[in-house]
């Protein structure tokens, strides 16, 4: 398959595309940028031609994927014309700075028929697996709380790129960049929210938070909790959840939990699942094969709803209702 990298404004740009390099079922045929300058350092550094018309990568027939990194401001108008134009679609989170922009890129990738992936790719991790699993089995019982921690320093150790607190091109800061990793993995725990209730704080003051937690409240009554932050060192991933008859806690690459065969006492798993492609891989595994590809439209659908309501309900000072 031939894949055109649309977009090298996001920090998994390279990473996504060395993926694609890498794969024997997979090549960049070109690379675009709305930046000239980067577009072309960009291309060079991949050895790929930089195509400046971004109409003639949607016309041209050879091209049958795109790897779409753009701002998340380009994204409404840009995955729409790819599904129009029948390139399968990879894509970067969020989707979608608006539920109704959501819906509308949602409408074109079902009416195209492409396949379409966004990244998320904690859910391919061993731990999360095996919580996931966990928690299917019902050893745990009816989950009623669970936070998910993720957090880093690029803020304070000054590594993210400065275009990343431009409120224009983000939507935001912490919370719909790195905060979107908790947000899908409660969504894919716990199910449909019903409310959320948002704080939202400045610690470097650039323009958008670096310090944000979102509480949310499930249909059933759980409690979810998304903590997020440009603001931390040292503090690993964390996810913690508790039912009525069991808890697990995963700390980066160790599972932890307790219910009634461990004699309700905390034990580690050690027989954990090997991981799972990566979705960029699983992607072009599905475009190769014509099988399902992981995270589908409506996953993306669903991750827009969950950042809608957490800055809605951080803007307003107010409980969000879904």
Same mark, same amino acid.
């Given at each position: 398959?031939?894949?055109?990298? /649309?977009?090298?404004?996001?920090?998994?740009?390279?990473?996504?595309?060395?993926?694609?390099?890498?794969?024997?079922?997979?090549?960049?045929?070109?690379?675009?940028?709305?930046?000239?300058?980067?577009?072309?350092?960009?291309?060079?550094?991949?050895?790929?031609?930089? &195509?400046?018309?971004? &109409?003639?990568?949607?016309?041209?027939?050879?091209?049958?994927? =795109?790897? /779409?990194? @753009?701002?998340?401001?380009?994204?409404?108008?840009?995955? $729409?014309?790819?599904?129009?134009?029948?390139?399968? /679609?990879?894509?970067?989170?969020?989707?979608?700075?608006?539920?109704?922009?959501?819906?509308?890129?949602?409408?074109?990738?079902?009416?195209?028929?492409?396949?379409?992936?966004?990244?998320?790719?904690?859910?391919?991790?061993?731990?999360?697996?095996?919580?996931?699993?966990?928690?299917?089995?019902?050893?745990?019982?009816?989950? @009623?709380?669970?936070?998910?921690?993720?957090?880093?320093?690029?803020? @304070?150790?000054?590594?993210?790129?400065?275009?990343?607190?431009?409120?224009?091109?983000?939507?935001? +800061?912490?919370?719909?960049?790195? +905060?979107?990793?908790?947000?899908? @993995?409660?969504?894919?725990?716990?199910?449909?929210?019903?409310?959320?209730?948002?704080?939202?704080?400045?610690?470097?003051?650039?323009?958008?938070?670096?310090?944000?937690?979102?509480?949310? &409240?499930?249909?059933?009554?759980?409690? +979810?909790?998304?903590?997020? +932050?440009?603001?931390?060192?040292?503090?690993?991933? =964390?996810?913690?959840?508790?039912?009525?008859?069991?808890?697990?806690?995963?700390?980066?690459? /160790?599972?932890?939990?307790?219910?009634?065969?461990?004699?309700?006492?905390?034990?580690?798993?050690?027989?954990?699942?090997?991981?799972?492609?990566?979705? $960029?891989?699983?992607?072009?595994?599905?475009?190769?094969?014509?099988?399902?590809?992981?995270?589908? $439209?409506?996953?993306?659908?669903?991750?827009?709803?969950?950042?809608?309501?957490?800055? $809605?309900?951080?803007?307003?000072?107010?409980?969000?209702?879904?």
């Amino acid at each position: 398959m031939k894949v055109a990298v /649309i977009g090298g404004w996001h920090v998994h740009t390279r990473e996504y595309a060395q993926a694609i390099q890498k794969n024997p079922n997979s090549e960049i045929a070109c690379l675009w940028d709305d930046d000239k300058e980067r577009g072309e350092a960009l291309a060079k550094e991949f050895s790929v031609p930089f &195509e400046p018309d971004l &109409e003639k990568i949607w016309a041209d027939p050879s091209i049958d994927s =795109v790897q /779409i990194t @753009t701002a998340t401001n380009q994204h409404h108008d840009v995955l $729409i014309a790819a599904a129009k134009a029948k390139k399968n /679609i990879f894509t970067e989170k969020v989707l979608a700075f608006t539920n109704e922009e959501a819906e509308e890129i949602a409408k074109a990738v079902k009416e195209s028929g492409v396949t379409f992936t966004i990244s998320y790719p904690h859910k391919t991790w061993p731990t999360l697996q095996a919580a996931k699993a966990l928690v299917e089995s019902g050893k745990l019982g009816d989950i @009623t709380y669970a936070r998910v921690r993720d957090a880093h320093n690029g803020s @304070t150790a000054n590594w993210l790129p400065p275009h990343f607190y431009d409120e224009k091109q983000t939507g935001g +800061g912490a919370m719909i960049d790195l +905060g979107a990793h908790p947000m899908y @993995t409660l969504n894919w725990f716990m199910g449909q929210p019903k409310s959320v209730v948002s704080m939202f704080t400045e610690v470097t003051h650039r323009g958008v938070e670096d310090n944000a937690v979102s509480v949310i &409240e499930f249909k059933n009554g759980a409690i +979810g909790v998304s903590e997020t +932050g440009f603001v931390t060192t040292g503090m690993p991933y =964390v996810l913690e959840m508790s039912g009525t008859k069991g808890s697990l806690m995963v700390h980066n690459d /160790i599972l932890e939990y307790s219910c009634e065969e461990t004699g309700n006492k905390l034990v580690e798993m050690k027989d954990l699942p090997a991981a799972q492609p990566l979705p $960029i891989d699983a992607w072009i595994q599905a475009v190769t094969n014509g099988t399902e590809a992981p995270n589908g $439209i409506e996953d993306a659908v669903a991750l827009t709803k969950f950042m809608v309501g957490a800055y $809605i309900s951080h803007q307003t000072g107010k409980k969000y209702l879904f």
